[in-house]
């Protein structure tokens, strides 16, 4: 039997070594870090999602109920004949169902106000201590922008005053 080649063409098998070298991509993609913390954060995402429309369903559609339907999704207007709405679908006449757009209005900046209250803000804060404790510890660095051509204007320093005054300064032009 014919040992496998490195490399496949159709119809034949592919070889252990280029399964590994495949594999062992696969992992090395999947191990790299901004992968994971995708991954983490649509799981995260997705509860959250429920924790946010339970709080719409439980606590701001009995609001509104209060003052209206017990629905934001019941609210309509009707454009065109009499308008029926039948389980969540019209079934006769043409309505613009704008208390679910405004359910899904109220269900985003509620999401959006978690997150920034929740989430952001307070990692901002941690960040900018965390930041002023480094400042502490290591002291003021300035960073100072350095270009390329002062690094060899420095150079060019250097060499003249290592050779001494006897050879005169070279004449560079500098823009």
């Known amino acids: 039997m014919a040992a496998p080649t490195a490399h496949a063409t159709k119809g034949t ?3 252990q070594e280029s399964r590994t070298s495949i594999l062992e991509g696969f992992k090395a ?22 924790i946010v429309n339970a709080i719409v369903k439980g606590v701001i559609s009995p609001i509104v109920g209060a003052f209206g339907t017990k629905s934001l999704d019941g609210y309509q207007s009707c454009l065109k004949g009499p308008c ?14 704008w208390g679910s757009v405004l359910s899904a209005t109220l269900t985003f900046l509620i ?3 978690v997150v920034y209250f929740l989430m952001v ?3 901002a ?3 900018a201590r965390k930041a002023a404790r480094e400042k502490e510890l ?8 350095v270009t390329e051509l002062d690094v060899l204007k420095d150079i060019r320093d250097a ?3 290592q050779r001494g005054d006897e050879a005169a300064e070279p004449k560079v032009h500098t823009p």
């Open 13 to 15: 098998r592919v070889s």
């Open 29 to 50: 993609f999947l191990m790299r870090g901004n992968v994971v913390d995708l991954a983490v954060a649509v799981v995260i995402g997705a509860a959250f999602t429920n």
């Open 159 to 161: 060499l003249v005053h």
């Open 84 to 97: 029926v709405v039948e389980g969540g679908e019209v079934t006769s006449g043409v309505a613009i169902l």
């Open 138 to 145: 290591h002291g003021h660095r300035d960073s100072v922008e």
């Open 111 to 113: 999401t959006a106000a």
């Open 121 to 123: 803000l307070p990692m």
């Open 125 to 127: 804060r941690y960040l």
